[in-house]
């Protein structure tokens, strides 16, 4: 059903490619708090057609937080979010955008094109992609979600502590979990477990895997 990338990224059904949270813009944020970082859109970009060269997927779900400053847009977002679209409306079949917490007016920066459609859920087969800020109306077997960040803190042989994005498989009664890492590289990140959805009630276990798809912790909650 599904394959790791070894990137933020997993395709499912061999194509459909799904990713989360790029907040683009962010960079204005950073700079008010004087972090002063180039635009990371190109790059950002540069990382989806990575994937899209690699698996050619026909379509692509992006699963929340596209852009990031609310309650207002920013100039970086108005002038190059309609440009980042329309690039990646080359590449594949159909884009939805799965609104979330950050995209309360995206409509209003995507530019009229066929093959790109904003929307707050979608469903495939028995899975439901949404951001996973809001409980989603769609019901399914499976959930893939943004929203969360997570992340897993390393010691390294020096002392250092770094924080590598994981993919958490959550595993419930009626329906299992996929929370998807940020493919920002530039938003915060968040501990393993610290779930933030209304779908995550009486999780019985779940599961971290690297963006490789390696297995790296398992945890029960409920019995």
Do not use: W
């Not at 970086?76 to 594949?92: R, T």
């Not at 309360?104 to 028995?126: A, C, T, W």
């Amino acid at each position: 059903m599904l394959e790791f990338t070894n990137t933020e990224g997993l395709i499912f059904y061999k194509k459909i490619l799904c990713i989360s949270d790029l907040h683009l813009g962010i960079e204005k944020e950073l700079s008010l708090n004087g972090i002063y970082i180039p635009s990371q859109s190109k790059y950002i970009f540069s990382k989806i057609k990575k994937i899209y060269d690699r698996y050619k997927p026909k379509y692509l779900i992006i699963d929340g937080d596209f852009k990031h400053n609310i309650p207002k847009t920013s100039l970086q977002e108005i002038s190059e979010i309609p440009d980042f679209v329309n690039e990646l409306s080359y590449l594949f079949k159909k884009i939805y955008l799965v609104k979330g917490n950050h995209d309360g007016d995206l409509e209003e920066l995507i530019p009229d094109i066929n093959n790109v459609k904003v929307i707050k859920e979608l469903r495939y087969k028995n899975i439901v992609f949404t951001h996973g800020h809001l409980k989603p109306k769609l019901k399914g077997k499976y959930y893939v979600l943004g929203h969360h960040h997570f992340a897993k803190s390393i010691r390294t042989s020096i002392g250092e502590v770094i924080y590598e994005k994981v993919f958490v498989f959550a595993y419930k009664k009626d329906y299992n979990i996929i929370f998807l890492p940020t493919f920002s590289d530039l938003t915060g990140v968040y501990d393993t477990g610290s779930f933030q959805t209304p779908l995550a009630d009486s999780i019985e276990r779940y599961e971290v895997y690297t963006l490789d798809g390696i297995l790296i912790e398992e945890k029960e909650l409920y019995s």
